[in-house]
Each structure stands twice: as C-alpha cells, then as structure tokens.
C-alpha cells in the first residue's frame, strides 16, 4: 500500500512463523484413551511366561483403574526408583478379595500424605487384582522393591523402567490392529477417567481418584457423540 513501509522478506518470515507457533500452541495433542475393550484383547497377546511382560502389564492394569500419573507407575531409569515417589510392592494390601493401594506422594501431593485406594476384581485379564497376584508368583520381590519389578536374565530383580512400559503397551495396541502413534502411557490416565465418567461416577469422585487439585480432569474426559446424544435426550425428556 502507498505511504506503507516494506516489509522484508525475512521479517515476513518471521512473523509467519510466529503465527504459525502461536496457533500450534493452542491445539494440545492429547493421546487418545484406552478403553475397557482394548485392555481385554490386549490382554491375550501378553506373555505370561515372561515376568517383563507382566510388569509391563499389571503397571497399565493397575494405571487404568487407578488413573494414575507415569510419575507414580515407573520410574525413568533403573537407578532412579524411589520407595517414596513410585509404588512398591509394600504399596499393595490385600483386603477380602480387593487390593488397597497406598501412595505418599504425587504431582499434586508432595509432603507425604498417604492415600488408599482399593482396587477391586473384575474376573478378567485385565483383573488388577488377578494380575498383581500373578506378578508376584512370577517375581517374588521384599515390600520395598518396585511394585512392578520383574524377573531379568540373570535372575535378579529389576524395576520396569518409562521405557519399557512405553514399549510393551504400543506393541500390544499394535497387535489388535491400532495406531500406537496415537497411545501412550497417558493414555491410561484418560482412559480411566473417561470411563469413570461414563459410569456416571460424580465429578468429585473423579477428582479424587485421579488426585487432581484443579477442575483441569475434565479436559481428560474424551465425550463420545453417544453420550452426546444422551445428554441431548436427557433434556428433550425434561418437557
């Protein structure tokens, strides 16, 4: 335009680039939720013989049920376990025929309150409870190893590291015909509370069983168009 300064190729550049980061900032890319479905045929490519898989197992079993953080499943390396921040052996309780679960720390609690969380049978492979006992005939461990430890080559006990289970949960999604691109170990953290919500678990509840300090758990929650389509009805029947 007349009377405006020139832009130089190179600030254009720029400043389309600025806009182009601005607009990506805002589309978050969250993994999509495993669902009860998925865990079950997953379940059947799971290796029982081999106690890494079962750890690798009984960590997205028991991440699902209890929409737990990776923080609190595994740790990042071998060496950097901690009895205090992940779950321990000595972590799990057994109760009647539930498991309770007890944690001192997370992202949201970090001066050592403790939380109890029971977990209960649901007769399948994807059982936490089923699949905890089995774990611990495969890799008996003392109360203060990792809670998902396993059995390595040389006999000796090892805690199933962010790596591994990343691994052995995109191969088994692979397996039943999925997109592992699309799954992740968050996957179990939003998969549980997407179906705690269409359980019609009341928020609070949700809340508190994935230890959330703020209402951020509802961006967790993926909305399918059949409960859209309830909600709607819902309504209509309100007249």
Not at 173 to 180: F, H, K, S
């Amino acid at each position: 335009m007349d009377g405006w300064p020139a832009i130089a190729p190179s600030i254009k550049v720029k400043l389309t680039l600025a806009g182009v980061k601005k607009l990506t900032a805002l589309q978050t890319k969250q993994a999509r939720p495993i669902t009860p479905i998925m865990l079950k045929r997953m379940a059947s490519k799971v290796d029982p013989s081999s106690s890494e898989q079962l750890a690798a197992w009984a960590a997205i079993v028991v991440g699902f049920h209890l929409l737990l953080r990776k923080s609190n499943l595994v740790p990042n390396t071998t060496n950097s376990y901690s009895q205090w921040r992940d779950l321990s052996r000595g972590s799990f309780r057994q109760s009647a025929n539930m498991l309770l679960v007890k944690y001192s720390w997370s992202k949201t609690n970090q001066y050592g309150k403790q939380t109890i969380v029971p977990l209960a049978p649901n007769n399948t492979m994807a059982c936490p409870v089923f699949v905890m006992e089995t774990l611990a005939k495969a890799a008996p461990a003392p109360a203060h190893k990792h809670a998902f430890s396993y059995m390595d080559k040389q006999g000796g006990l090892r805690p199933l590291t962010y790596n591994q289970l990343q691994f052995w949960l995109k191969r088994w999604v692979r397996q039943i015909g999925l997109n592992e691109r699309f799954y992740s170990t968050h996957s179990l953290r939003r998969g549980g509370a997407t179906e705690a919500f269409r359980s019609n678990l009341p928020p609070t509840a949700i809340k508190m069983l994935g230890d959330w300090a703020s209402e951020c758990f509802q961006e967790y929650i993926k909305v399918s168009l059949n409960d859209r389509i309830k909600t709607a009805r819902y309504l209509a029947e309100l007249f």
